[in-house]
């Protein structure tokens, strides 16, 4: 989610934890991992699996309380941790309904 950061740890859109199950397809493999942050830029997973910088990918999910989405996304960011990678990944294209849910779900969660 890089495509975020606007000077140094500040980032343009807010995130907010997002402990859910999501799915990725890269290089014509699917996989089901955990998800860990979400932003109206971009989301961020755990995977095993090493993937390539720049890679593009389908990223899916549900939002609670919103609807589900199939987002084109590209890698952008690379956590190495001893257990697994933590990916960001930046939404290429956009709807008016996922930043609109997004923007909903961290306002929400904020306040909580």
Same mark, same amino acid.
Request: aromatic share 10%.
């Given at each position: 989610?890089?495509?975020?950061?606007? +000077?140094? &740890?500040?980032?343009?859109? /807010?995130?907010? *934890?997002f402990?859910?199950t999501?799915?990725?397809?890269? #290089?014509?493999n699917?996989? $089901?991992?955990?998800a860990?942050?979400?932003?109206?830029?971009?989301? *961020?997973?755990?995977?095993?699996?090493?993937? =390539? /910088?720049? +890679? =593009?990918?389908?990223? &899916?999910?549900? !939002? /609670?309380?919103?609807?589900?989405? *199939?987002?084109? @996304?590209? !890698? =952008?960011? $690379? +956590?190495? @941790?001893s #257990? &697994?990678?933590?990916?960001?990944?930046?939404?290429?294209?956009?709807?008016?309904? !996922? =930043?609109? +849910?997004?923007?909903?779900?961290?306002?929400? @969660?904020l306040? &909580?």
């Amino acid at each position: 989610m890089s495509k975020d950061v606007v +000077q140094g &740890n500040r980032r343009k859109f /807010p995130r907010k *934890s997002f402990r859910k199950t999501i799915s990725f397809i890269a #290089q014509g493999n699917a996989e $089901v991992v955990d998800a860990v942050e979400i932003g109206e830029g971009g989301i *961020s997973f755990k995977s095993s699996h090493e993937l =390539k /910088p720049e +890679q =593009k990918m389908i990223v &899916n999910f549900f !939002l /609670p309380d919103g609807d589900f989405f *199939s987002v084109k @996304t590209t !890698l =952008k960011n $690379v +956590q190495n @941790t001893s #257990q &697994n990678f933590i990916y960001g990944v930046s939404f290429d294209e956009v709807s008016i309904a !996922l =930043k609109r +849910q997004i923007r909903a779900y961290v306002a929400r @969660t904020l306040m &909580n």
